[in-house]
């Protein structure tokens, strides 16, 4: 596996994984899981934030402690599915800016098709994480970093639960500097391109919709 990949094998992630991939798991439990694991992996994700030194007048000294510096954060859900996945990290990240791009795929083409995109307008300056539960042939997500990088985005992350190796393949190829964080990778897709075994349509399964 390239270098660009980090799998969350966390105890805690992996269980709710589990429950999450269960075909019985229902829509609001399904919309809890993946909130809660976005919070789990956005501890991860977050984890080389850098750190300044400060002082704080404590009620008893001054302490000399760290607070977080460098670029501020940015979320990106890819619409829908994304949209599960940004209560979560913003209650880790209360200040993060969240943009939103809307894609959905051809189910003709396979090929993603845009009808939305709002970023932050200071996105340029900001670290990117971008969100989507799917990683199936990487279609959407190489998309959606594209237009981003075309706002002039230097770092982004692509931050999703299921990645499935053609779309690790693709994202390594259109998007070398891009890092995927995830916490399972599956080996395969289906004719439909949906990954096997995946968890079926995750903005269905988020949203009630099927
Ligand atoms: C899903 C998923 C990803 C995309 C992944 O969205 O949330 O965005 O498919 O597939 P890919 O890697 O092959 O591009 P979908 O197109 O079903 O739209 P939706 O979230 O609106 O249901
Ligand atoms: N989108 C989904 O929601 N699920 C898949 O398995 C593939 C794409």
Redesign the pocket.
Known sequence: MNNNVFVFDHPLIQHKISLLRDKNTNTKEFRELVSEISMLMGYEVTRNMPLKEVEIETPVGIAKTKVISGKKLGIVP?????LGMVDGMLSLLPMAKVGHIG???DPET?E?VEYYCKLPVDAHEREIVVL??????????SAAIKFIKERGVKSIKLMCLIA?KP?IE?INKDHPDVEIYCAAVDET?NDH?YIVPGLG????RLFGTK
């Open positions: 890819i619409l829908r599915a994304g894609l959905y795929r396979l993603p989507d539960p799917m990683l199936a042939t990487g279609g959407s997500a499935a779309g693709r897709l391109a349509d995750a903005g269905d």
